[in-house]
């Protein structure tokens, strides 16, 4: 599980087999979860997570976009 980033709590990361989806990364927070498309940034997925926090979380995934991007590019040799 590569991990792209740890911001206030927040782990971003991917799963090392996941290269035939398209570009997402996943959030987690002890036993919440959300995963987000990257491009454009959608979520696609969220447990645990309330709205405020979903927002929170976008905008944080939206500043991270080219990090995660360039992480996802680099290890799926993309």
Do not use: C
């Not at 971003?12 to 498309?37: C, D, M, N």
């Not at 926090?53 to 590019?73: G, K, Q, Y």
Request: aromatic share 16%; proline share 5%.
């Amino acid at each position: 599980m590569p991990e792209v980033l740890r911001i206030r709590g927040y782990r971003l990361f991917f799963f090392s087999r996941e290269g035939t989806e398209p570009h997402h990364i996943h959030v987690e927070q002890a036993e919440r979860y959300a995963k987000f498309w990257l491009t454009p940034v959608a979520l696609a997925d969220s447990r645990g997570f309330r709205g405020p926090e979903l927002r929170e979380l976008h905008n944080f995934v939206e500043a991270h976009w080219m990090t995660s991007i360039v992480s996802w590019d680099e290890h799926f040799g993309q």
